[in-house]
């Protein structure tokens, strides 16, 4: 239960980082360290090289692009971070909603965004987050900056479309009016376990209040990737907003299919997801219909 | 392989330069290296909290970093609670409330707490059963844990009424 050698790098600029990334052999980043040092510790990982980015400049922070219309969040911005900031919790409070869920507080205070991002786990909470808002992720290398969807991202279990020589360095998640809908709702065995499937919902009302103009929903737990339900919301995106629809639209998530283990089978998970994306739409409507101040804690 | 550091660091006020192996996890250090055995190891993969410490006033999980991580940072672990033999006021409240019987988990318990405190002055049980979530006990329970450290908020509550210029716990 102690980590194998490796070579320790801690850069100091992104330019840095890249450099190394491109030119070691084996070497892996760390960021919050909260799902690498276990591997670590279990030797399930050993690389050659550890570059950490903790003390790279300008890889966290919280960026408000007006024009644009995203907020830009810097891959090392600690999860601890988006909890409490006050204009996410006003602006987007699906994030900090979302991120009360990942492990404990003192695991946030060292977890990263974009380190859960990398680390793509199939019930991890930002990444249903990232699917439901269509976040943008921009990857580094010394050859170029690229922009990757969010629903390019994942390539299968635990593996995403960076390659080994690329830095995940900040991602941009697109705004949503003042006062719209929002839930994340999960299922987990204990609080601060990893969920057993956790859904994500955006929602926004049209000028009535009485019909619903766009909606997003995004499960994880159901297997390697976040699975957008693209049928309820297709059901839901400019009709009426009354709880028979929101039933009818979260019953289509049966029809998914799902990866199940002994503990949780794919039928379920997939009751799950129904309860939780009909939980989910009603608060979100509820919130949309009813904007309150969001506690900040 | 170049696998050594000099880290220069803070545990407890005290200033502290050692040199470290780049593998070594903090919470080895601070038991191994510096012989400050309070801080305990259960699982090793940041499910019990055993390890829990502050690092620039944050709790964290001590086996989830490395000795390399903390060069420039402070670091308080149990042992700085204590003002020498005299209890904190969460060790007291411990105490007074049987909130420990082997105390493996303890100091992890203890770091946790103080740093939930350090933040909120007036929770709520259920505030507080939340922030314990992250620490296993497997002998006292919960119940005893909860009850001392409401009674450190009040008490910190009561304290601060009578003196407002006292300045709450000062750290
Ligand atoms: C007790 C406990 C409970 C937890 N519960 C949950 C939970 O409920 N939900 C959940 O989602 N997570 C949970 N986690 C994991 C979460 O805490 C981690 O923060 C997260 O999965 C990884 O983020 P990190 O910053 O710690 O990344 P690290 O552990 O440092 O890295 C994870 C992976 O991502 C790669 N990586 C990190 N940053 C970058 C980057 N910028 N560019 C490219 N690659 C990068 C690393 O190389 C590594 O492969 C839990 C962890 C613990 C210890
Ligand atoms: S020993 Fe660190 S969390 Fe268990
Ligand atoms: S007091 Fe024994 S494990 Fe908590």
Redesign the interface.
Known sequence: MKPPPFHYHDPRTVEDTLHLLSELDDAKVIAGGQSLMPMLNMRLAQPGHLVDINRVDGLAGIGWYEPEQVVRIGAATRQRTIEKDPDLARRYPLLPEAISHIGHFQTRNRGTVGGSLAHLDASAELVAVASAAEATLYAASTRAVRAIPMADFPRGHLTTDLTSDELLVAIDVPLWPDGHGYAFEEFARRHGDFALVAAAVLLELDTTHRSIRRCRVSLVGLGPAPIRLTKAEELLNGGVADDDALRSAAALARNLSAVGDDAAPAEYRLALAETLVRRGLRRALRRATQPTTPEVN | ???T?QIDCTVNGEPVTATV???L?LA?FLRDQLTLTGTHLGC???VC?AC?VHVDG????G????A??VDGSAVRTVEGLSDGDALSPLQQAFRENHALQCGFCTPGVLM?MQ??LDEHTNPTANDVT??L??NLCRCTGYAAVVAATLQTARDGVEHHDQSPTSGGNGS
């Open positions: 392989m170049a696998t550091r192996e780049t593998r996890t080895d090793e993969h940041g909290g829990t944050a709790a964290v999980r086996c989830l970093m490395l390399v991580q946790s740093s939930f939340e922030a979530s992250g």
